[in-house]
């Protein structure tokens, strides 16, 4: 497969992609440039300056995904990466340290006016009293965002021997407390801390979190760091709060524009600003590097990436649990849409016994991938598999039950398509899928590549004369199944066939007089 990498990443991604894949280099191209040569790749690999937008994406017709090797995903459009089946993954790990370690240079750079005194020195000044720090022992830090940076600043700022005071609605007191820090609402944070920093993505619900109100309610002569996002920090009502003397001063590394020509914040007073250099450290750029090479690989090889932010993302442990059951869930979807042979209005996946405790979004997604590949000409994954299920107009249910009918763990789908519901299930055993449930009957046989199956009178003869049909035309059967209610009413016979089924052959067995209904379902690989 062939990888583009469209902005310079460390020397050791590189190295790891070219194991495995081609990979051209290609960086400072152009919009229109980039959209020109874009179609004859697998994967992208970008940083935070191409915009990576609808048009691209569109023009990317091979794109399994998208590397972004950053922490954020702001210059990717994941709606039109999502709509195209597209994976996008990013490295969010590889710059924590280095994030978290200039958010505190910056800390101290304010505390101790840094840059102010260097800049003193170098015009040949040596007055100090103007350039009295104070010290951040006994302070109290305010971190908004308690994810992996978020701790990380507080781990370094407690050896400071600071109070440390977090605002995240996904972390729990305890977690908070393992770190030292006591978990407070935003406001109480906004009203306690002698430092506020910044560690969230930027969304709707974050930018501009740090406006003209909420710096209003900060303590006077408060700090504020941004080594986030641009856009978090409302940059005029921040150089007004500076400028009217509110603030003890900012220590910003991102800006809501970048460069920030023209930015309030380049003339206000009390500032150390820096160019986004947040992860700008050697160990980081190779550790980000390698993290995005690593991600990028997962995709291409049909694994689950572990940091994708637009495809249901599997916990470690859930992809020990459910990781083997993907598969078995896509194969039941692909079943029941051959089986139903009409449209379904709504798709119900059920996880029994060891299944219900566990994540149900891949499963669902992996089981819509199955009902919808084999009746559309779009590529359908993972990623973009609910999306394109509501296009449908199919509602989606999920349910969970312990009830495994005997079984560790089961999964069934069923449809209401017209003039009935169509339901099958299945379980793995030793490592085998088998099929378990159809419709109303029970059944315990392997989901194998090619599958017919007949409805017919229970009446001698009937399956004696399809054997003779499969064996006049070289079919070779390798395993049957039998499933009925009651003697001599209708009944299912499943057959497991090494060859394929011609139409000729299927026209001659639909015309057996006691063959109600005949279906031919293939569950190989879709094609």
Known sequence: MRILVAETIAAEGIAALREHHEVDVRTGLSAEDLRSIVGAYDALVVRSQVAVDAALIGAGSRLQVIGRAGVGVDNVDLDAATRAGITVVNA?????????????????????HVAAADASVRRGEWTRGPLQGVQLRGRTLGIVGLGKIGMAVAERARGLGMTLVGSDPYVTAEQAALRGVELVSFDALLERADAITVH????RSTTALLDAGALARVKPGAFVLNVARGGIVDEAALAAALREGRLGGAGIDVFEHEPPTGSPLLDAPNTV???HLGASTAEAQVAVAEEIAEQVLDVLEGRAARYAVNAPLLSAEAEQTIGPYLPLAETLGRFLAQFARSGVGTFTVELAGELAGTESAPLTAAALRGLLETGTTERVNLVNAAILAKARGITVVERKTTDAAGFPAAITVSGTVRGGHVTVGGTLAGGEMRLVRLNDYRLDMAAESLMLITRHRDRPGTIGRIGQLLGAADVNISAMHLARSAPRTDALMILSVDDDVPPSLEASIRADEGVHDLWIIRLGPHT
């Open 273 to 275: 600003l820096t160019p």
């Open 200 to 203: 969230v993505p930027l969304t």
């Open 92 to 112: 969010p790990t590889g710059n924590t340290i280095a994030a978290a370690e200039h958010t505190i240079a910056l800390l101290l750079a304010l505390a101790r």
